[in-house]
């Protein structure tokens, strides 16, 4: 697998001319090895292929530009202070099986939440990772002739919290997000903690396409 953490801030129409650029490589090389794409964005919104997108609550002027994209669910934000992760993978190799993809992610999420003493789980029905009634993280993958890209987006500091409060996050009505800085039991040094969390999930990344 190879990682690629992007430095600074970064735009999301670029970041999503990286990923097509990558799934046009793996579709045209099915041996290649995965990528995994770790970054923080600048402010945005982005929301699937819908038309129904009350989820960004039309006639509100956002505070952040709005993408809709290729692939599932509502609207979301992404933003500092939070990590962003696009693998790039083949699932032709493991018998074309979404849900065990999306499945792995988050497995891959709780387990690295632990590592920092927050107990993370799954919620019925719905996907995405949760601590106790309060979504941390959200998962919307998009595939192209089964090669993945999008990905997952995990709120580690406070400061990726506020524009949430401007859509329904996920169209999820009355969710709470929360942040891993926010439901850790000791305090952390904010400047690290995304980096520490980039290379855990990196280290807990077990999906596998052979």
């Not at 045209?28 to 770790?38: I, K, M, S, T």
């Not at 401007?166 to 891993?180: E, H, N, Q």
């Amino acid at each position: 697998m190879h990682i690629i953490k992007l430095p600074g801030l970064s735009d999301y129409l670029e970041t999503l001319a990286l990923q097509e650029n990558l799934v046009s490589a793996h579709q045209n090389d099915p041996e290649l090895d995965d990528h995994l794409l770790l970054l923080e964005h600048k402010g945005v919104y982005t929301i699937g292929h819908t038309r129904d997108q009350s989820s960004l609550h039309p006639g509100t002027q956002l505070p952040y530009p709005v993408h809709e994209i290729g692939r599932g669910g509502q609207a979301t934000y992404h933003g500092p202070g939070q990590l962003v992760g696009y693998p790039i993978t083949d699932l032709n190799r493991c018998g074309r099986d979404l849900h065990r993809y999306i499945n792995s992610i988050e497995h891959t999420l709780i387990r690295t939440c632990a590592e920092f003493g927050v107990q993370a789980k799954l919620r019925d029905g719905l996907v995405g990772v949760w601590v106790e009634n309060r979504k941390i993280a959200s998962i919307g993958v998009g595939v192209k002739k089964w090669v993945t890209m999008h990905g997952f987006a995990i709120n580690i500091t406070a400061e990726s919290l506020p524009p949430f409060q401007a859509i329904t996050p996920c169209g999820i009505d009355g969710v709470t997000m929360t942040c891993l800085e926010n439901e850790m039991p000791a305090s952390a040094n904010k400047a690290d903690l995304l980096s520490r969390f980039a290379k855990a999930f990196a280290h807990n990344w077990t999906y596998r396409t052979n």
